[in-house]
């Protein structure tokens, strides 16, 4: 054979060999059972085991909050505001999703599909554990992203969405090159890690809770390039999902996110269908970051997500959901 005839055939065997990787499903995958809840687990239909953390009122819940964290973070995103939430008469329910924290497969990309399976099924295992409580999901970021597409894809049996700066950096509002150099390195060097040194961004605006994070070794530090291609197609459905994204919502954005651009979050924000200020509020944070729960001001953005569960009709008493929220994220 010719080497012109054989090389394109060999580019395709490399091409085919160095595929992006995803995980497998649990050990229960033919034999699925319901999700439960343990102190320390959220068990999953397949019967994985995802470490889980809760923050319980001293009284039955009124509300309970599933939470899903962002990409390379686990379930102590919500630490902060967790006891708080409690003070409340609300449950917070925060689980490592597959491949973060201290999941088994840690920093392997589980695929989409999974994520919103899971999420699916937390919420259900806290409306049996709850019953009687209102449920609603939390997803900051990647967390974000899952149960925007999830709501799309098949409805959550939850009264409300609560998204914090959700993931919506698809590839229709990134430059050409990134897109293309992305798909080249997931399909020649999908194991590559990548630590994101030397880019500057400001996540938050808290320098104590960053430094706390690098110092975290459940935080992934170093991401696999199938991750990175993983966590993009996500947000990929997330932003086609927002056209038809009709749930029950609070979106809550920092007006100097620069992990999220701008102008993705506003493509987003322009595609949603029309809905009423009950159904739908945004709110955008003029000295907010992409960590909004986590910011200096936290506590301010905890104070409208207790008051828009009381009452979702109710102007936020930050007024940060006042005016329109295409112009008041900072111009670049």
Request: hydrophobic letters at 45%; proline letters at 8%.
């Amino acid at each position: 054979m010719r080497f012109r005839t054989a090389l394109p055939l060999l580019l395709a065997a490399l091409l085919l060999a160095c595929t992006p990787r995803t995980q497998g499903p649990g050990p229960l995958a033919e034999t699925p059972m319901p999700p439960s809840l343990t102190e320390s687990h959220f068990i999953t239909p397949d019967g994985t085991r995802l470490p889980l953390r809760q923050w319980l009122p001293d009284t039955t819940p009124h509300s309970v909050i599933v939470t899903l964290h962002g990409f390379n973070d686990y379930s102590n995103a919500f630490a902060a505001i967790g006891p708080r939430l409690a003070e409340n008469g609300i449950a917070t329910l925060a689980y490592d999703q597959r491949g973060f924290g201290a999941s088994d497969q840690a920093g392997s990309w589980p695929g989409g599909d999974r994520l919103r399976a899971d999420a699916r099924a937390a919420i259900e295992a806290a409306r049996e554990a709850y019953p009687g409580a209102r449920v609603y999901g939390m997803g900051e970021s990647m967390g974000g992203a899952v149960l925007m597409s999830a709501w799309v894809e098949a409805g959550l049996d939850a009264d409300g969405l609560i998204l914090i700066a959700p993931a919506v950096w698809g590839r229709a509002t990134m430059p050409f090159y990134q897109s293309m150099s992305l798909w080249l390195f997931a399909h020649t060097l999908p194991w590559l890690p990548l630590s994101g040194q030397g880019i500057k961004r400001s996540p938050s605006d808290n320098v104590e809770m960053l430094r706390a994070l690098g110092r975290d070794p459940l935080v992934i530090k170093n991401t696999r390039v199938d991750a990175i291609w993983g966590i993009v197609n996500l947000m990929d459905e997330a932003l086609d999902a927002a056209a038809t994204f009709d749930a029950p919502a609070l979106l809550l954005y920092g007006a100097n996110d620069d992990i999220v651009p701008p102008e993705a979050s506003r493509r987003m924000l322009a595609s949603l269908p029309d809905a009423s200020d009950s159904m739908r509020r945004i709110a955008v944070y003029e000295d907010g970051y992409h960590m909004l729960l986590r910011d200096l001001q936290g506590d301010v953005v905890v104070g409208d997500i207790l008051a828009w569960i009381e009452d979702p009709a109710r102007t936020l008493p930050s007024g940060a959901d006042q005016g329109d929220p295409h112009e008041r994220f900072a111009k670049p």
